[in-house]
C-alpha cells in the first residue's frame, strides 16, 4: 500500500511533520513503513519561467536563443526544444540548481546540476525542462509534449516554485500492511491511522445525497444467485456522461501512487478505490442486455474475453457478472471486453460489490489474472463500505460535471454485518500489558480509531470495517500502540507459570534422565506410529488389551498406521539395530508417551501416559536392571520397600525372569528379560532385559522432600543368620518379615549369600543374612537384641524356614 503525504494532509490538514518524523511515528503505532521517497529528492531550485522573446541562434540551425522572465529577473536560454513558443510558461532551472534525468526518462542519483555556460558561443544561464527531466513520465501527466518542455497553463504565476505547482513537493510512503487491517488499505484508513498517532482531527470526506428525482431500479435490474460468494451488491446510475480529462488534483493524487490518469470516469474509479479501499466498476449500461446485472457462478469451459483483449478460460467455481444474455465481467477482478466504456458512452452503471475474499483469490489464480481490485478483494472488505464508496463517486462525478446522476440506489444486501461488540475490562489490559493507565486514558486512545465505548453494557463497539477486533487482547493491542510500545515499563512475568523453575513432573522425568545416564545408558527416541504387527512380534495374544489401538486416518504406510499402546517395540528395535551393528554392550533408555483410548472408535481424546523404558543386553543381567530401578525409586524419595511379582504375565517377557514392581500395593511397573522367541523376532541374538515404570503411577508417589537424620551417637549390634528356605520363598518374603519383627531397633539388613547344591535338601536354597541393630537413645543390651532376634526367627519358622546348623 503507498500513499502520498500531501493526499493524507487533506484528512489530516494540521499534520506538519516531516518524512523521517512520519515514518517513525507510524511505524511505532503499528503502521509499519517499510520506506518512503522524496518525489523532489533529485530537484533544486527550478521556477515557472515565461518566454517573452524567441530568436535564432546565430551558429545552430536546431537550437533558438529565448529570453525568458523568471520574475526577479530576465535571463537568456539556449534550447532545442522543437515545441516552444513566445508567451508559454515553462520550467525552468536556474544557474546551480539540479533535475533528475534526461530526455529519456533516464535519472541519475542525486541528480544533474545545470550550470551557466554557453551553447555554440551563446551565453546560457540555465534550461528549461521536460517532464522526464523533473523525474516523472507522460504517463502520470498525460498532458505533457512527446518531445519538447512542459507547458504550464496560462494561469500559473510566473517565479513560482515550479516544482510545487506540478505536484512534486512531496513524498510517498510504502506500507507493510497485514491483511487483518483491511481498512489501511485504504488512503482514508492510514489517515485515520496519522490522525490518532499525532493526536491530530480526523476529516473524512463529506459526502451529500446525490441524484435526480428519478430512480435507478427504474434503469438496472440486480439479481444475485450466489449470495455467499456476494453478500452485497450496489448498483447507481449515471446519464448524460461526457468523458474527458479529471481536475488535475484528482490526476496529481493518482500519479503520486503509480496510477496513469486516463479520463474522468476511470479516475473517478480509481481515485475511489485507493481512497476507500473498496475496487468499483463502471458499464456501459446500452450494452447490458435487459437492463439485468445477474451474479451467478460461471459455467464449466466458459471463456470470457477481458478489458485487455485476453480470452479467459473459466469454470462453475469462478464468480461472474453477466446480464440478460451474456456475461460482462469476472467479479472482482475485471471487467468484460463486451461492456467496456468508450468515448461515445451515454448511460453508465457504477458497481460497488463485496464478494468473498477467498474464492476472488482462487479465481484470479484459475484465470491468471491478477488486478488492484482482486488484491483488495482477496483480503475481505467490509460489505458496509460498498455503499460508501459508490455514494462518493456519484458526488465526484456531479462536482465535476461529468454526467448526471440519477436518483436511488439498487442494493441487494443478502445478511448485513453487524458492529463487534467486546466486553471492556482495564483491569485485565493493565494487567496484560503491565501498565498503570486508567480507564479514561484507555478509552480516549479507543476513540481516536473509532472504537466507541457502550458505557450502559461496559462494551467497546468495534466498527465493521475493524475486523481484526474480537476479544480483549486485541483492545489491549490498541491501547498499547497509542500509550506507546516505548512508553510500557519493564516488569517481571506475573503468575505461578513463570516463576522460574521446573514442574513437579519434570524433575521427575530430569530424575530418571539423571539415574539412567548415571547407570551407563543413552537417551534414544522412538516413533509413536506403529505397525499393527508389532504385536504379533511381541507374542501379545488376541484378546490382548493392548491390540485395542488408535487407527491413524491419513497413515503414512501401514507401518505407521497406529499409535503406540505399548513402549517396547521402539526399545527393542533400538537394540536390535545395536546388536546387527556389532555394538557389544548397550544399554538404552526412552521416555515417551503411549495412547490410550478410552473407547473405539474415538469418541474422545486418548489417554497419553509417559512411560520411562528401559533396555540393556551385553553386561549386565535381571539384577542389574532391577538396581537401576531401586536406584531410581531411592532418588525421587519413593522409601517403602517395593514388591516384585513373579506372576506378572507378560507374554514377551521370560516366564522365569520377570516381574511387576508393586509399591504401596499397586502396580508401578514391570521388568524382565526379553523372552528368547521375542529376541529371535527382533533380531536379537543374545538375552536382552527391559525395565519399563508407568510414570503417571510414579509421580504420585514420589516426593522430594528429605528430613534430616543426625549421625548416630550409639554402636550398632549385628547378628548373621543363615537359613534353609523351600526355593517357593522369595527373598523379599524373608526381608518383609524381618521388617515386621525387627521392632523400633532394626537399622538394616543385607543379603550376603545365596546358594543351591548337594549340601542342602532337595527344594531348598540356603540363604544368609547380616542384620544391624541400633538403638536411637542408648546402648543396646545383649537381651534387647535377644528379644528381637527372637521374634524374627519364629516369624521365619512360621514361613517353614529353618536356621542352618
Known amino acids: ?118 551553447l555554440r558561443g551563446v551565453e546560457s544561464c540555465g534550461m528549461m525542462c521536460s517532464i522526464e527531466e523533473l523525474g516523472s513520465t507522460r504517463d502520470m501527466y498525460p498532458e505533457a509534449p512527446e518531445n519538447g518542455i512542459y507547458i504550464f497553463p496560462d494561469d500559473v504565476e510566473v517565479g513560482a516554485d515550479a516544482v510545487e505547482v506540478l505536484g512534486l513537493r512531496d513524498a510517498v510512503f510504502e506500507y507493510e500492511v497485514t491483511s487483518n487491517r483491511v481498512d489501511c488499505f485504504s488512503v482514508i484508513g492510514i489517515a485515520r491511522e496519522a490522525a490518532a498517532t499525532f493526536g491530530k482531527s480526523f476529516y473524512p470526506p463529506i459526502v451529500p445525497e446525490t441524484g435526480n428525482d428519478e430512480d435507478a431500479s427504474d434503469y438496472i435490474k440486480v439479481e444475485v444467485r450466489n449470495q455467499e460468494l456476494c453478500s452485497r451488491y450496489c448498483a447507481r446510475v449515471a446519464k448524460n456522461i461526457k468523458i474527458g480529462p479529471s481536475p488535475e488534483w484528482m490526476q496529481r493524487r493518482l500519479a503520486s501512487v503509480g496510477i496513469r490518469p486516463i ?67 469476472i467479479a472482482g477482478i475485471m471487467g468484460g471486453e463486451n461492456s467496456m466504456i468508450t468515448d461515445h458512452v451515454h448511460t453508465v452503471l457504477f458497481e460497488a460489490a463485496c464478494f468473498d475474499g477467498t474464492n476472488i483469490r482462487k479465481s484470479s489464480k484459475r484465470v491468471g489474472l491478477r488486478t488492484d481490485a482482486s488484491g483488495k478483494f482477496e483480503k475481505g472488505l467490509d460489505p458496509n463500505n460498498a455503499k460508501a464508496a459508490i455514494d462518493r463517486a456519484c ?70 470495517f475493524r475486523q481484526d477486533i474480537f476479544r480483549l487482547a486485541d483492545l ?106 556389532r555394538n557389544k554392550d548397550v544399554r538404552l533408555y526412552e521416555l515417551g508417551n503411549i495412547y490410550l483410548p478410552k473407547t473405539l472408535p474415538l469418541t474422545e481424546l486418548p489417554e497419553e501416559r509417559m512411560q520411562f523404558t528401559l533396555g540393556m543386553y551385553g553386561e549386565g543381567d535381571f539384577f542389574s536392571m532391577k538396581g537401576v530401578v531401586e536406584e531410581f525409586f531411592e532418588k525421587i524419595g519413593m522409601h517403602k520397600k517395593e514388591v516384585y511379582d513373579p506372576n506378572a504375565g507378560k507374554p514377551f517377557l521370560h516366564p522365569g525372569r520377570q516381574a511387576n514392581i508393586l509399591y504401596d500395593g499397586t502396580v508401578v511397573g514391570y521388568l524382565g528379560e526379553v523372552h528368547p522367541a521375542v529376541a529371535e523376532n527382533y533380531g536379537i541374538g543374545g538375552r536382552a532385559y527391559v525395565a519399563v515404570l508407568d510414570m503417571p503411577e510414579i509421580i504420585v508417589r514420589a516426593t522430594f522432600d528429605r528430613k ?48 543351591e547344591g548337594a549340601q542342602i535338601k532337595e527344594g531348598h536354597k540356603s540363604v544368609a543374612y547380616s542384620i544391624v541393630f541400633r538403638a536411637k537413645d542408648r546402648t543396646l543390651e545383649d537381651a534387647d537384641v535377644t528379644k528381637a532376634m527372637k521374634k524374627i526367627l519364629n516369624g521365619l519358622e512360621s514361613m517353614g524356614i529353618e536356621l542352618r546348623q
Open 263 to 329: 479520463n474522468n470516469l476511470v479516475d473517478i474509479t480509481n481515485y475511489v478505490m485507493e481512497e476507500y479501499g473498496q475496487p468499483m466498476h463502471a458499464y456501459d449500461l446500452d450494452t447490458i442486455a435487459g437492463h439485468q446485472i445477474i451474479v451467478r457462478n460461471a459455467e464449466d469451459g466458459e471463456t470470457f474475453t477481458t478489458l485487455d483483449g485476453q480470452e479467459r478460460q473459466l469454470d462453475r467455481d469462478v464468480l461472474m457478472i453477466c446480464d440478460g444474455e451474456k456475461s460482462i465481467g
Open 708 to 755: 534430616y537424620t543426625g549421625i548416630a551417637k550409639f554402636p550398632a549390634v549385628t547378628r548373621d543368620i543363615s537359613m534353609v528356605v523351600p526355593k517357593e520363598i522369595l527373598v523379599g518374603q524373608i526381608e518383609e518379615m524381618i521388617e515386621q519383627r525387627g521392632g523400633s531397633i532394626l537399622e538394616s539388613y543385607h543379603l550376603f549369600d545365596l546358594y
Open 1 to 118: 500500500m503507498n500513499t502520498s503525504l500531501s493526499w493524507i494532509k487533506a484528512y489530516v490538514p494540521d499534520l506538519n511533520v516531516t518524512e523521517q518524523e512520519y515514518t517513525d511515528a507510524m511505524t511505532l503505532s503499528g503502521t509499519k513503513v517499510e520506506g518512503y521517497e522524496k518525489m523532489d529528492a533529485d530537484l533544486d531550485k527550478i521556477v515557472v519561467g515565461q518566454i517573452e522573446k524567441i530568436e535564432r541562434h546565430p551558429d545552430a540551425d536546431k537550437l533558438v536563443v529565448c529570453q525568458v522572465n523568471i520574475g526577479s529577473e530576465k535571463i537568456q536560454i539556449v534550447t532545442g526544444a522543437p515545441n516552444v513558443e513566445e508567451g508559454q510558461k515553462v520550467p525552468v532551472v536556474l544557474d546551480g540548481g539540479r533535475v533528475a534525468g534526461g530526455h529519456d526518462g533516464s535519472l541519475t542519483k542525486g541528480g544533474i546540476e545545470i550550470k551557466k555556460g554557453k
Open 395 to 464: 458526488q465526484l462525478l456531479e462536482e465535476m460535471g461529468a454526467g448526471e446522476v440519477v436518483g436511488g440506489i439498487v442494493d441487494v444486501y443478502s445478511k448485513v454485518k453487524e458492529p463487534v461488540r467486546v466486553p471492556f475490562d482495564e483491569n485485565a489490559v493493565n494487567q496484560l500489558l503491565g501498565t498503570d493507565i486508567s480507564k479514561e486514558d484507555m478509552i480516549a486512545y479507543l476513540e481516536k480509531v473509532e472504537l466507541a465505548y457502550d458505557e450502559a453494557t461496559n462494551e467497546i463497539v468495534a466498527p465493521t
Open 476 to 581: 489491549a493491542e490498541e491501547v498499547a500502540r497509542f500509550y506507546g510500545y516505548d512508553n510500557i515499563p519493564t516488569t517481571l512475568p506475573r503468575g505461578e507459570a513463570t516463576i522460574g523453575k521446573l514442574s513437579f513432573k519434570q524433575r521427575i522425568e530430569a530424575a530418571a534422565r539423571n539415574i539412567a545416564e548415571f547407570c551407563g545408558f543413552s537417551q534414544g527416541m522412538s516413533y509413536s506410529f506403529e505397525s499393527p504387527k508389532v504385536f504379533d512380534k511381541l507374542l501379545l495374544p488376541e484378546d490382548a488389551p493392548e491390540r485395542q489401538a488408535i487407527e491413524i486416518s491419513n497413515p503414512l504406510g501401514e507401518d505407521y498406521s497406529i499409535m503406540r499402546t505399548i513402549s517396547l517395540n521402539g526399545m527393542l528395535t533400538s537394540l536390535a539395530t545395536n546388536f546387527n551393528r
